[in-house]
């Protein structure tokens, strides 16, 4: 029986060998990428914990050692990402409040209704399956990981089955 295998299985050991194999060349490939040893080290741990949670999704063919890199890159983007995303809407601090001080008058709540039935009526008109999907991951906040177990598809085809939902919703609202 493989690591992977192992650790789907839940074997306590083969968790910890997992994290003591590969965590210190994870944490330095981290810390070269990464402000401070403090961001290097939670998403270390985030790494892991992305890897038990979805440990039975990984090919026999795979490396564990790649998949955990690939695992830390997208987490370092993610980090990036959401650095930048912070930074911008910090500098749009005082435009923020003017945006919201108009939120509360009247006209705006006029204007979000009218877009919130026309966002329902694009939903109906939509096939039931993509009217899930959408409800599912943006609604209910569930992760395509999730998602992909409940579907018995695997994440990517999951990601297309979003993407091709999303796609659809957009042509029907463009028409309405």
Do not use: C
């Not at 992305?50 to 983007?77: F, G, P, Q, R, T």
């Not at 990036?80 to 910090?90: C, E, G, M, T």
């Amino acid at each position: 029986m493989t690591l992977a295998e192992k650790v789907v299985q839940g074997e306590k050991s083969a968790i910890e060998q997992l994290y003591h194999q590969f965590s210190p060349k994870i944490s330095v490939y981290l810390k070269n990428r990464l402000p401070r040893d403090e961001d290097a080290q939670e998403i270390l741990n985030d790494v892991f914990f992305d890897a038990l949670d979805s440990m039975h999704l990984l090919k026999k063919k795979e490396k564990i050692s790649s998949w955990l890199y690939s695992i830390a890159h997208n987490k370092v983007v993610d980090f990036y990402r959401k650095k930048k995303i912070k930074s911008v809407l910090l500098s749009q601090a005082p435009f923020l409040e003017i945006i919201a001080q108009e939120i509360n008058q009247p006209e705006f709540q006029f204007e979000k209704n009218k877009i919130k039935e026309r966002l329902e009526k694009t939903l109906s008109m939509i096939s039931s399956k993509y009217r899930e999907i959408l409800n599912l991951h943006y609604d209910q906040k569930i992760p395509v990981k999730d998602l992909a177990l409940r579907y018995n598809l695997s994440f990517k085809a999951t990601e297309s089955l979003l993407f091709r939902a999303r796609q659809s919703f957009k042509k029907v609202y463009e028409r309405t």
